[in-house]
């Protein structure tokens, strides 16, 4: 069979129907759990909305594989990037020795989901075809792909585990990080979770979730028809107070919120806090097939514990509810270590072209791995579980 790669810059020229037969990419194909970011709806309604654009420096540059009859077996989104903003793995760092040393870091390739620091496919393959063969063809066509625009690095963030080999057979670099992630024991409650922990972490658990609903406030979570334009006006109020005093910019705009109501109302999750009738801080997650996705918070009263609840503890008590596997909760964050979360590597992928760059990031990310490992390990052991060895008490 003869392939081909061929590059496509926006969505609106990809078939919604034929991204949708590729695996982990639709609800459609039960061969790889569904994963939002990956669809056709949410990376369209990023550069739909003006988010993801040239413009704002995430170029289309998407890989499509097609076989002999021009049918789509295989992609990776990617973009032609002149900043790492919105990347959730730093190299600002590496950016900054290479042009000290004379290079141009910018610009360069980045495969990833923007703005969305949560692992999922990245070597889209249609399920009818051979894997390793179709993944790897994508490996080695963003390596062509970069050596086309003369840039100094392609990047590929947030890889599943059974990915990176692929990449690494291919000359890509392998780098760790950490998350924190909640894994569902098969628990039938909220409560047969706590069971699991520590009496103390259990008792400081609810104590704070007690705290948190103080002065009247009340949950409500929102999916599919409940997500009227009125609700999303009130949540990107909420994401626009917190946003801007976090990180200055936000990255998503009003449109983004209207699309992704309209696209894939399905596959989201607010919650909600009300009090004295009105919405004072939400949430918002993204329904995978085994995981829930949380993304970002905001809110325009402040309360003790009120972030913990929306975002985490509501989070897990959704999954219990849902039969969910896990949840991703973002980026960073040892404070959702007590709170059942535990470490979690991530990795990511890159492939450097300039000789002395890649061996200067090697040599880096060697070390970086290290400390990664040894950093999961310390917090695991210092998590909320209970041990074998440690006795319960009455509460």
Request: hydrophobic share 40%.
């Amino acid at each position: 069979m003869t392939v081909r790669i061929r590059v496509e810059t926006s969505f609106a020229d990809i078939s919604a129907e034929d991204w949708g037969r590729l695996a982990g990419a639709s609800r459609v194909d039960a061969q790889m759990p569904y994963n939002p970011f990956v669809s056709h709806a949410f990376l369209s309604s990023l550069e739909d909305s003006g988010c993801a654009t040239a413009e704002t420096g995430w170029l289309g540059q998407h890989l499509l594989l097609e076989n002999d009859e021009e049918a789509l077996i295989g992609a990776l989104p990617v973009y032609l990037k002149n900043h790492s903003q919105g990347e959730y793995v730093f190299d600002h760092g590496w950016a900054d020795a290479f042009e000290r040393a004379g290079g141009s870091y910018y610009p360069k390739l980045q495969a990833s989901i923007p703005f969305t620091p949560a692992t999922g496919p990245r070597l889209l393959h249609r399920a009818d075809q051979p894997v390793i063969e179709t993944q790897a063809a994508l490996a080695g066509g963003l390596k062509e792909l970069a050596k086309r625009h003369g840039v100094s690095s392609a990047h590929v963030t947030f890889v599943p585990d059974a990915e990176i080999p692929i990449f690494e057979a291919a000359g890509y670099l392998h780098r760790t990080d950490q998350q924190f992630h909640f894994v569902n024991d098969g628990y039938g409650s909220y409560d047969a979770f706590l069971e699991t922990l520590a009496s103390r972490k259990r008792k400081a658990l609810k104590k704070e979730r007690r705290a948190a609903l103080e002065h009247g406030i009340e949950i409500d979570w929102l999916t599919g028809s409940d997500l009227t334009e009125a609700i999303w006006d009130q949540f990107f109020t909420f994401y626009m107070d917190t946003g801007s005093r976090k990180w200055g910019r936000p990255y998503l705009n009003r449109q983004f919120y209207s699309l992704i109501g309209e696209r894939m109302a399905e596959d989201i999750l607010l919650v909600m806090a009300r009090r004295d009738g009105r919405y004072i801080a939400g949430a918002i997650n993204f329904i995978g097939g085994d995981t829930l996705f949380g993304r970002h918070w905001g809110c325009i009263e402040d309360h003790p514990f009120l972030h913990f609840e929306v975002c985490y503890h509501q989070a897990i008590d959704f999954a219990i509810a849902k039969g969910l596997k896990r949840v991703e909760a973002g980026a960073q964050g040892e404070h959702k270590l007590a709170r059942g979360y535990l470490p979690t590597i991530t990795h990511s992928a890159h492939y450097i072209t300039h000789a002395g760059l890649r061996r200067a990031v090697a040599d880096y990310l060697e070390r970086e791995r290290r400390d990664v490992e040894m950093m999961g390990d310390y917090l695991a052991e210092h998590g909320p579980f209970r041990r074998g060895g440690d006795h319960d008490e009455t509460e």
